[in-house]
């Protein structure tokens, strides 16, 4: 069975104070660690009333210091937001703290609204348009040390120097990332779960693409998908409400904290809402253990995913922990791990 992982927004939800959704984050990150996952990602996400983590990197040192085997990581850094300097030296200081146990994964997205992107920014270099190229490459440097004859970073390092910079991982939704990451080598996740492009194309073009490198000897591709998971199908579709009401909202520009299956089941949906709802049900994957693992299958397959990784995003969160339970047993995880 192919491994599994979480990628973890801390959703924040209605009627519950956002530090909740932290810790919430913090104790699925423990069960999850029990139960066998490889990987708990957090994401980045900027000026969101239904996101409480603007900090990966915060967070990958909390849950790594109350996990012990799970690799933990970012899912990932914004690197346009962020000086490359600085994204070395914290990754290579949760590196040095916990050994062989952190990922860092890079994105080309802000993770907000052109406002809030300029108040990070605002004392950045300010380039025109896409200068995500140029940030990886400064990234890459802080760690090759390969800056060209008179370059004044020559005299700047990284600390702490002893550690290396942890596994470099590019995120993505369309065809642009995975040729990026196969060119330089290194590990690609494709984000299925809100991506209008085709994630086996993306992630085959990765494979057949790979070029070996100093970053990485073979291609490693992860699969992200979003599941509900629960013992029956009509609870796992009626713990999805909150999810369908809340892809809605967002639609419309409305990042309101995750509603409750209460809530969402009162909405007043039109035909139009509806049909949105629909749609939006192909990049979801609802039901009963069983019935999620045979949906999920042929798209593994035809992707060549190396490794699977889930959002649950529901407004209980013992339901979202029991959802990653099922999942875990539906691909037998524990016995893989054991």
């Known amino acids: 069975m192919i491994p599994l992982s979480i990628l973890d927004l801390s959703v924040v939800t209605s ?3 956002p530090a909740a959704a932290l810790r919430n984050s913090i104790d699925l990150a423990r069960h999850a660690d029990d139960l066998g996952y490889v990987r708990y990602w957090l994401a980045e996400h900027h000026n969101l009333a239904s996101v ?35 994204v070395a030296e914290r990754f290579k200081m949760l590196e ?57 970073y020559n005299n700047v390092v990284a600390m702490p120097n002893d550690a290396p910079l942890p596994p470099i991982w590019l995120l993505g939704s369309s065809d642009y990332s ?16 809100f991506a209008s492009f085709d994630a086996a194309d993306a992630l085959v073009h990765y494979r057949a693409h790979f070029k070996p490198s100093r970053w990485r000897a ?10 509900i998971v629960a013992d029956t199908a009509a609870e796992a579709e009626r713990l999805a409400t909150s999810f369908d009401l809340n892809r809605l909202r967002r639609d419309r520009g409305e990042y309101l904290p995750l509603a409750s299956v209460e809530e969402a089941l009162a909405y007043p949906y039109t035909d139009s809402d509806r049909a949105k709802i629909a749609r939006h049900r192909s990049r979801l994957f609802v039901g009963s253990p069983s019935t999620v693992r045979e949906r999920l299958q042929p798209l593994i397959a035809s992707s060549a995913a190396d490794e699977l990784m889930v959002i649950t995003a529901v407004y209980d969160h013992e339901a979202r922990k029991k959802s990653y339970s099922l999942l875990a047993e539906a691909f037998q995880l524990r016995r893989a791990a054991a």
């Open 15 to 17: 009627g519950t104070p």
């Open 52 to 86: 409480a983590s603007p900090a990966p990197d915060i967070m990958i040192g909390q849950i790594a210091a109350v996990t012990k085997r799970i690799r933990v990581g970012s899912g990932g850094v914004m690197l346009p937001n962020h000086a490359p300097l600085v």
């Open 96 to 152: 040095a703290l916990f050994p062989g146990r952190i990922d860092l994964g890079l994105g080309r997205a802000p993770g907000t609204d052109g406002a809030t992107a300029h108040a990070l920014r605002s004392r950045l270099d300010a380039r025109d348009g896409d200068d995500f190229l140029e940030r990886l490459s400064e990234l890459l440097l802080w760690e090759t040390r390969e800056f060209p004859a008179g370059h004044p």
């Open 178 to 193: 995975s040729e990026l990451a196969a060119q330089v080598g290194m590990g690609f996740a494709f984000a299925h779960h």
């Open 218 to 227: 073979a291609p490693h591709g992860i699969l992200a998908v979003a599941a």
